[in-house]
Nanobody, 125 residues
């Protein structure tokens, strides 16, 4: 049974940082591209960023480019989302997802085969 478990969410002031983690089990982690999405109240879930199965390439939404970084440790079956210079508009539930493929640019929810349960990130102004 595949499981993706996110952690690291919380409350932070604007301008602060958080690092989210997503640990996978039940799949060959290094064979999957990974993505992060977020869902804010009143909005549709949106792509935040993705990383290739090797970790060699990544892609980001324009809204987070230059502030967020995705990286992975295939030895630990874990993908990370380092979030810096956080803004109140970054407040959302953040989800990690696994896509059966190698690229970093899987932008759509239907590209992904497995999802975590989400972790709340709240940025206060």
């Amino acid at each position: 049974q595949v499981q993706l478990v996110e952690s690291g969410g919380g409350l932070v002031q604007a301008g602060g940082s958080l690092r989210l983690s997503c640990t996978a089990s039940g799949l060959t982690f290094s064979s999957y591209a990974m993505g992060w999405f977020r869902h804010a109240p009143g909005k549709e879930r949106e792509f935040v960023g993705g990383i290739s199965w090797s970790g060699g390439s990544s892609n980001y939404a324009d809204s987070v480019k230059g502030r967020f970084t995705i990286y992975r440790d295939n030895g630990k079956n874990t993908v990370y989302l380092q979030m810096n210079r956080l803004k109140p508009e970054d407040t959302a539930v953040y989800y990690c997802a696994a896509a059966r493929g190698y690229r970093a640019n899987y932008y759509y929810e239907f590209d992904y085969n497995y999802w975590g349960q989400g972790t709340q990130v709240t940025v206060s102004s």
